[in-house]
């Protein structure tokens, strides 16, 4: 089995790193407490469609080939990225469903 050299694997994790740290940020910013100015409204407004960019090109990468597999993993589709994509994204306690549910409701 071939292992992955320190380098690649240092750069591996730095990358890991670096997204967790951003991802990080973002929530520590979104759950920061207090009320929200026009500003920081905004603000979301602008990050949900861009979020929802990022959760769409992983689920096209990882859209299923003709035979069944997914085009990446390259086991059955769906495999565990889509998977744990709509876990996450349909989990009924999470906001972004209440969110999602507050909307429809609305109209």
Do not use: N
């Not at 979301?44 to 997914?70: M, N």
């Not at 769906?78 to 409701?105: G, S, W, Y």
């Amino acid at each position: 089995m071939d292992t992955l050299s320190p380098v690649v694997a240092d750069a591996f994790r730095l990358l890991q790193t670096d997204l967790y740290e951003y991802l990080d940020e973002a929530e520590f910013v979104a759950s920061r407490c207090g009320e929200w100015s026009e500003e920081d409204v905004d603000t979301a407004r602008e990050l949900i469609p861009d979020l929802v960019v990022v959760i769409r090109g992983v689920l096209g990468e990882h859209g299923p080939q003709p035979a069944g597999d997914c085009r990446i993993c390259t086991v059955p589709w769906p495999c565990p990225v889509v998977t744990t994509i709509h876990a996450l994204l349909k989990d009924p306690e999470h906001h972004f469903t209440l969110l999602l549910r507050r909307a429809t409701d609305a109209d």
